[in-house]
Protein backbone atom coordinates (compact mmCIF):
# COMPACT_ATOMS: atom_id res chain seq x y z
CA UNK A 1 0.00 0.00 0.00
CA UNK A 2 1.15 3.34 -0.96
CA UNK A 3 2.23 5.79 2.12
CA UNK A 4 -0.32 8.43 3.13
CA UNK A 5 0.17 11.60 2.00
CA UNK A 6 0.43 13.13 5.34
CA UNK A 7 3.00 10.75 6.35
CA UNK A 8 5.20 11.76 3.29
CA UNK A 9 7.80 14.46 3.00
CA UNK A 10 6.13 16.48 0.42
CA UNK A 11 3.03 16.87 3.03
CA UNK A 12 5.25 19.22 5.00
CA UNK A 13 6.94 22.20 3.33
CA UNK A 14 6.14 24.93 6.31
CA UNK A 15 6.97 24.11 10.15
CA UNK A 16 5.84 26.37 13.03
CA UNK A 17 9.68 26.30 13.93
CA UNK A 18 10.94 28.44 11.00
CA UNK A 19 7.98 30.69 11.18
CA UNK A 20 9.23 31.72 15.06
CA UNK A 21 12.59 31.74 13.46
CA UNK A 22 11.45 34.66 11.19
CA UNK A 23 11.99 37.93 11.85
CA UNK A 24 9.91 40.59 11.62
CA UNK A 25 11.49 42.12 8.47
CA UNK A 26 10.91 38.49 6.83
CA UNK A 27 7.53 38.38 8.17
CA UNK A 28 6.60 41.81 6.31
CA UNK A 29 8.49 40.64 3.68
CA UNK A 30 6.08 37.66 3.40
CA UNK A 31 2.74 39.56 3.86
CA UNK A 32 3.98 42.54 1.27
CA UNK A 33 5.24 39.59 -1.70
CA UNK A 34 2.05 37.71 -1.09
CA UNK A 35 -0.52 40.90 -1.24
CA UNK A 36 1.23 43.14 -4.12
CA UNK A 37 2.83 41.70 -7.05
CA UNK A 38 6.36 41.85 -6.57
CA UNK A 39 5.76 43.07 -3.25
CA UNK A 40 5.38 46.74 -4.26
CA UNK A 41 2.75 48.43 -2.28
CA UNK A 42 -0.14 49.94 -4.08
CA UNK A 43 -2.41 52.51 -2.31
CA UNK A 44 -5.37 50.66 -1.13
CA UNK A 45 -7.71 54.06 -1.69
CA UNK A 46 -6.65 55.19 -5.32
CA UNK A 47 -4.74 52.28 -6.62
CA UNK A 48 -1.79 54.99 -7.13
CA UNK A 49 1.67 53.27 -7.02
CA UNK A 50 3.83 55.90 -5.85
CA UNK A 51 3.48 55.37 -1.94
CA UNK A 52 6.62 56.25 0.39
CA UNK A 53 7.19 54.10 3.52
CA UNK A 54 6.23 55.96 6.43
CA UNK A 55 6.36 53.73 9.81
CA UNK A 56 5.17 54.58 12.82
CA UNK A 57 6.96 55.72 15.98
CA UNK A 58 6.18 52.43 17.37
CA UNK A 59 8.73 51.08 14.08
CA UNK A 60 5.49 48.79 12.60
CA UNK A 61 5.32 49.34 9.15
CA UNK A 62 3.08 52.07 7.37
CA UNK A 63 3.00 53.91 3.79
CA UNK A 64 1.73 57.07 2.82
CA UNK A 65 0.63 57.57 -0.51
CA UNK A 66 2.15 59.98 -3.38
CA UNK A 67 -1.46 61.13 -4.96
CA UNK A 68 -4.23 61.15 -2.44
CA UNK A 69 -1.69 61.69 1.19
CA UNK A 70 -3.52 58.57 2.81
CA UNK A 71 -2.03 56.42 5.00
CA UNK A 72 -2.50 52.55 4.91
CA UNK A 73 -1.01 49.42 6.36
CA UNK A 74 0.18 46.26 5.06
CA UNK A 75 -3.69 44.89 5.68
CA UNK A 76 -5.47 47.91 5.52
CA UNK A 77 -8.72 47.10 3.55
CA UNK A 78 -8.48 43.66 4.18
CA UNK A 79 -9.54 40.59 5.81
CA UNK A 80 -7.09 41.71 8.79
CA UNK A 81 -7.32 45.04 8.41
CA UNK A 82 -6.85 46.55 11.90
CA UNK A 83 -4.81 44.03 13.03
CA UNK A 84 -3.49 44.09 16.95
CA UNK A 85 -1.10 41.77 16.84
CA UNK A 86 2.10 40.99 15.12
CA UNK A 87 1.94 39.53 11.45
CA UNK A 88 4.48 36.88 12.51
CA UNK A 89 1.87 35.88 15.16
CA UNK A 90 -0.61 35.72 12.36
CA UNK A 91 1.74 33.52 10.14
CA UNK A 92 2.28 31.05 13.27
CA UNK A 93 -1.59 30.90 14.14
CA UNK A 94 -2.09 30.17 10.67
CA UNK A 95 0.41 27.41 10.41
CA UNK A 96 -1.25 26.10 13.30
CA UNK A 97 -4.27 26.26 11.65
CA UNK A 98 -3.07 24.64 8.37
CA UNK A 99 -1.49 21.75 10.40
CA UNK A 100 -4.80 20.34 12.01
CA UNK A 101 -6.53 18.98 9.62
CA UNK A 102 -9.72 18.10 11.36
CA UNK A 103 -10.01 21.60 12.85
CA UNK A 104 -8.27 23.96 15.74
CA UNK A 105 -10.29 24.66 18.60
CA UNK A 106 -9.98 28.52 19.59
CA UNK A 107 -8.98 27.68 23.37
CA UNK A 108 -5.86 25.53 22.21
CA UNK A 109 -5.34 28.82 19.91
CA UNK A 110 -4.92 30.94 22.59
CA UNK A 111 -3.01 28.92 24.86
CA UNK A 112 -0.63 28.44 21.36
CA UNK A 113 -0.84 32.67 20.85
CA UNK A 114 -0.86 33.38 24.20
CA UNK A 115 -4.13 35.28 23.58
CA UNK A 116 -7.50 35.68 24.87
CA UNK A 117 -9.77 32.75 23.93
CA UNK A 118 -11.93 35.81 21.77
CA UNK A 119 -9.11 37.09 20.25
CA UNK A 120 -8.39 33.57 19.19
CA UNK A 121 -11.46 32.88 18.26
CA UNK A 122 -12.45 35.81 16.00
CA UNK A 123 -8.84 34.74 14.50
CA UNK A 124 -10.16 31.47 13.70
CA UNK A 125 -13.09 32.87 12.17
CA UNK A 126 -11.70 35.25 9.93
CA UNK A 127 -9.32 32.51 8.73
CA UNK A 128 -12.87 30.25 8.04
CA UNK A 129 -14.25 33.72 6.11
CA UNK A 130 -11.31 33.61 3.89
CA UNK A 131 -11.54 29.91 3.45
CA UNK A 132 -15.31 30.91 2.54
CA UNK A 133 -14.31 32.89 -0.33
CA UNK A 134 -13.40 30.70 -2.63
CA UNK A 135 -16.98 29.24 -2.37
CA UNK A 136 -17.81 32.11 -3.71
CA UNK A 137 -20.41 31.25 -7.10
CA UNK A 138 -18.64 27.72 -7.09
CA UNK A 139 -21.17 25.62 -9.56
CA UNK A 140 -20.47 21.68 -8.99
CA UNK A 141 -20.56 19.37 -12.40
CA UNK A 142 -21.26 18.97 -15.35
CA UNK A 143 -21.87 16.82 -18.80
CA UNK A 144 -20.52 13.68 -17.78
CA UNK A 145 -20.04 13.91 -14.39
CA UNK A 146 -20.99 12.96 -10.80
CA UNK A 147 -22.17 14.61 -7.98
CA UNK A 148 -23.02 13.35 -4.63
CA UNK A 149 -25.41 15.19 -2.07
CA UNK A 150 -25.79 14.68 1.75
CA UNK A 151 -27.37 16.38 4.95
CA UNK A 152 -25.98 16.13 8.12
CA UNK A 153 -27.57 17.65 11.20
CA UNK A 154 -26.27 19.65 14.04
CA UNK A 155 -26.82 21.85 17.36
CA UNK A 156 -30.22 21.49 19.10
CA UNK A 157 -28.68 18.83 21.47
CA UNK A 158 -31.50 17.81 24.11
CA UNK A 159 -29.72 16.25 27.54
CA UNK A 160 -31.79 12.98 28.46
CA UNK A 161 -33.24 13.08 31.94
CA UNK A 162 -31.18 11.61 34.95
CA UNK A 163 -34.31 9.49 35.62
CA UNK A 164 -35.62 6.74 33.52
CA UNK A 165 -39.79 7.75 34.09
CA UNK A 166 -38.62 11.60 33.06
CA UNK A 167 -37.08 10.87 29.82
CA UNK A 168 -38.88 11.95 26.64
CA UNK A 169 -38.95 10.63 23.23
CA UNK A 170 -36.22 13.29 22.08
CA UNK A 171 -36.70 12.33 18.37
CA UNK A 172 -40.41 13.90 18.26
CA UNK A 173 -40.52 17.62 16.81
CA UNK A 174 -42.27 18.97 20.05
CA UNK A 175 -39.30 17.46 21.89
CA UNK A 176 -36.77 19.37 19.84
CA UNK A 177 -36.10 23.06 20.80
CA UNK A 178 -35.62 24.34 17.23
CA UNK A 179 -31.78 24.47 17.29
CA UNK A 180 -31.37 21.85 15.03
CA UNK A 181 -29.71 22.79 11.59
CA UNK A 182 -28.97 20.67 8.91
CA UNK A 183 -25.87 21.20 6.42
CA UNK A 184 -26.45 20.00 3.67
CA UNK A 185 -23.42 18.95 1.28
CA UNK A 186 -22.84 18.33 -2.68
CA UNK A 187 -19.68 17.15 -3.91
CA UNK A 188 -18.49 16.47 -7.08
CA UNK A 189 -17.22 12.87 -7.60
CA UNK A 190 -12.95 13.47 -7.74
CA UNK A 191 -13.61 17.22 -7.07
CA UNK A 192 -14.82 20.01 -5.39
CA UNK A 193 -17.03 20.38 -2.31
CA UNK A 194 -19.91 22.79 -1.62
CA UNK A 195 -21.45 23.17 1.85
CA UNK A 196 -24.67 25.09 2.80
CA UNK A 197 -27.04 25.74 6.10
CA UNK A 198 -30.87 24.91 6.09
CA UNK A 199 -33.84 23.69 8.80
CA UNK A 200 -33.93 20.12 7.02
CA UNK A 201 -32.99 18.48 4.05
CA UNK A 202 -35.97 19.05 1.85
CA UNK A 203 -35.25 22.99 1.80
CA UNK A 204 -32.23 22.58 0.23
CA UNK A 205 -33.72 21.78 -3.51
CA UNK A 206 -33.49 25.01 -4.80
CA UNK A 207 -29.77 25.47 -3.27
CA UNK A 208 -29.08 22.28 -5.26
CA UNK A 209 -30.93 22.78 -8.27
CA UNK A 210 -28.96 26.38 -8.68
CA UNK A 211 -25.32 25.26 -7.76
CA UNK A 212 -25.19 22.04 -9.75
CA UNK A 213 -24.43 22.06 -13.35
CA UNK A 214 -26.74 20.69 -16.01
CA UNK A 215 -26.62 16.77 -17.31
CA UNK A 216 -24.54 16.08 -13.90
CA UNK A 217 -25.45 12.40 -12.00
CA UNK A 218 -26.87 12.85 -9.03
CA UNK A 219 -26.08 9.97 -6.29
CA UNK A 220 -28.36 10.44 -3.40
CA UNK A 221 -29.00 7.97 -0.14
CA UNK A 222 -32.78 6.66 0.02
CA UNK A 223 -34.09 10.12 1.81
CA UNK A 224 -37.59 11.09 0.21
CA UNK A 225 -36.42 14.68 0.53
CA UNK A 226 -34.48 14.35 -2.89
CA UNK A 227 -37.13 12.73 -4.70
CA UNK A 228 -38.00 15.73 -6.40
CA UNK A 229 -34.55 16.43 -8.01
CA UNK A 230 -35.49 13.46 -10.25
CA UNK A 231 -37.20 15.63 -12.53
CA UNK A 232 -34.50 17.94 -13.72
CA UNK A 233 -31.05 15.22 -12.95
CA UNK A 234 -30.85 12.06 -13.49
CA UNK A 235 -29.91 10.22 -10.33
CA UNK A 236 -28.85 6.99 -8.60
CA UNK A 237 -30.17 6.03 -5.26
CA UNK A 238 -28.43 3.73 -2.77
CA UNK A 239 -30.41 2.70 0.45
CA UNK A 240 -27.97 2.65 3.07
CA UNK A 241 -29.63 -0.48 5.21
CA UNK A 242 -28.84 -2.46 2.12
CA UNK A 243 -25.41 -1.35 1.32
CA UNK A 244 -23.22 1.61 1.28
CA UNK A 245 -22.01 0.96 -2.12
CA UNK A 246 -23.78 -0.74 -4.88
CA UNK A 247 -23.71 -0.89 -8.38
CA UNK A 248 -21.56 2.34 -8.60
CA UNK A 249 -24.33 4.40 -6.53
CA UNK A 250 -22.92 5.99 -3.11
CA UNK A 251 -22.45 8.86 -1.31
CA UNK A 252 -19.14 7.78 0.11
CA UNK A 253 -18.09 11.09 -0.75
CA UNK A 254 -20.30 13.25 0.95
CA UNK A 255 -19.91 10.93 4.21
CA UNK A 256 -15.91 11.77 4.10
CA UNK A 257 -16.89 15.19 4.26
CA UNK A 258 -19.16 14.56 7.24
CA UNK A 259 -16.59 12.65 8.98
CA UNK A 260 -14.19 15.50 9.27
CA UNK A 261 -16.75 17.94 10.13
CA UNK A 262 -18.04 15.87 12.77
CA UNK A 263 -14.81 14.97 14.11
CA UNK A 264 -14.21 18.59 14.35
CA UNK A 265 -17.13 19.20 16.57
CA UNK A 266 -16.62 16.08 18.76
CA UNK A 267 -13.21 16.54 19.28
CA UNK A 268 -11.92 19.86 18.56
CA UNK A 269 -15.03 22.45 18.78
CA UNK A 270 -17.14 20.91 20.79
CA UNK A 271 -20.22 23.29 19.52
CA UNK A 272 -20.70 24.07 16.04
CA UNK A 273 -24.23 25.30 15.85
CA UNK A 274 -26.23 28.58 16.02
CA UNK A 275 -25.06 31.34 12.96
CA UNK A 276 -21.57 30.09 12.32
CA UNK A 277 -22.53 26.57 11.42
CA UNK A 278 -21.89 27.42 8.05
CA UNK A 279 -18.36 29.12 8.59
CA UNK A 280 -17.76 25.45 10.36
CA UNK A 281 -18.87 23.58 7.26
CA UNK A 282 -17.45 25.80 4.75
CA UNK A 283 -13.95 25.28 6.44
CA UNK A 284 -14.61 21.71 6.57
CA UNK A 285 -15.02 21.54 2.78
CA UNK A 286 -12.25 23.96 2.01
CA UNK A 287 -9.67 21.50 4.31
CA UNK A 288 -11.68 18.45 2.02
CA UNK A 289 -10.87 19.70 -0.86
CA UNK A 290 -7.00 21.03 -0.35
CA UNK A 291 -5.81 17.61 1.42
CA UNK A 292 -3.69 16.52 -0.76
CA UNK A 293 -2.09 19.80 -0.37
CA UNK A 294 1.33 20.60 1.38
CA UNK A 295 1.23 22.72 4.77
CA UNK A 296 3.35 25.44 3.33
CA UNK A 297 1.45 26.08 0.30
CA UNK A 298 -2.25 25.96 2.21
CA UNK A 299 -0.78 28.72 4.39
CA UNK A 300 0.00 30.96 1.38
CA UNK A 301 -2.90 30.53 0.16
CA UNK A 302 -5.05 31.51 3.48
CA UNK A 303 -2.76 34.36 3.60
CA UNK A 304 -3.77 35.33 0.33
CA UNK A 305 -7.51 34.26 0.62
CA UNK A 306 -7.06 37.05 3.52
CA UNK A 307 -5.68 39.69 1.67
CA UNK A 308 -7.47 39.40 -1.35
CA UNK A 309 -11.03 39.43 0.63
CA UNK A 310 -12.12 43.12 1.89
CA UNK A 311 -12.23 43.73 5.76
CA UNK A 312 -14.47 41.06 7.60
CA UNK A 313 -18.49 40.91 7.42
CA UNK A 314 -18.75 39.22 10.83
CA UNK A 315 -16.10 40.48 12.72
CA UNK A 316 -15.05 43.68 11.68
CA UNK A 317 -16.01 46.87 14.15
CA UNK A 318 -18.16 44.12 16.35
CA UNK A 319 -17.07 45.61 19.95
CA UNK A 320 -18.30 49.34 18.69
CA UNK A 321 -21.23 47.24 17.35
CA UNK A 322 -22.19 45.33 20.89
CA UNK A 323 -21.66 48.72 22.44
CA UNK A 324 -24.71 50.22 19.86
CA UNK A 325 -26.76 47.49 20.81
CA UNK A 326 -26.32 47.24 24.06
CA UNK A 327 -29.87 47.18 25.18
CA UNK A 328 -30.43 44.03 23.25
CA UNK A 329 -30.07 40.68 25.24
CA UNK A 330 -26.13 39.63 24.61
ZN1 LIG B 1 -3.89 56.98 -2.64
Redesign the pocket.
Known sequence: MSQHFLLSAKARTLSLASVLRMTDAEAEKTFRHIRWPAGKPV?P????PT?YECRRPNGSLRFR??????DFSITSGTLFAHHKMDLQTYLGAIAIFVNEVKGKSALALSRDLGTQYKTAWVLAHKLREAMASELKGRMIGGFGKIAEIDGGYFGGYIKPANERRNRIDRRLVKHQNGKRQCVVVIRERDGKTLPAVFRSEGEALSFIRNRVAPGTEIMADESHAWNDLGARFTMKRINHQEAYSLAGACTNGAEEFFSRMRRAEIGHHHHVAGVYLIRYAQEASWREDHRRVDNGSQAKHIVSLALANRPSVDFCGYWQRSEKSANLPR
Do not use: G, H, I, Y
Open positions: CNCECVCKACRK
